[in-house]
């Protein structure tokens, strides 16, 4: 098991940027997969992006790419999501999680994914 926990959420006008961050517990980080989902208010949870363990392979929902970059800093134990542009559209409950099983791809389905954070809220203002 690894506990992730994400930060960086805010209240953010239209147009602005927020980095969030998720730090992961543990020394098997770099060979998990790491995945971004939001959830808006009954809404069902959705994928956002996605990277392989070392950071070579990205992967984006077409509703963020171009906007937002996932990385990772593995010696940190980190992943980042930078969003760019926001839109009213964006707002939601932003989680992290780590694919535990196939560090290697980008995995798009939630139901590849192990382990969750709590998430942050993200809320852009029009």
């Known amino acids: 098991q690894v506990q992730l926990v994400e930060s960086g959420g805010g209240l953010v006008q239209a147009g602005g940027s927020l980095r969030l961050s998720c730090a992961a517990s543990?020394?098997?980080?770099?060979?998990?997969?790491m995945g971004w989902f939001r959830q808006a208010p009954g809404k069902e949870r959705e994928f956002v992006a996605a990277i392989s363990w070392s950071g070579g392979s990205t992967s984006y929902a077409d509703s963020v790419k171009g906007r937002f970059t996932i990385s990772r800093d593995n010696a940190k134990n980190t992943v980042y999501l930078q969003m760019n542009s926001l839109k009213p559209e964006d707002t939601a409950v932003y989680y992290c999680a780590a694919d535990m099983t196939a560090g290697w791809i980008t995995p798009r389905r939630k139901y590849d994914y192990d382990n969750w954070g709590q998430g942050t809220q993200v809320t852009v203002s029009s």
């Open positions: 543990g020394r098997m980080f770099s060979r998990y997969a």
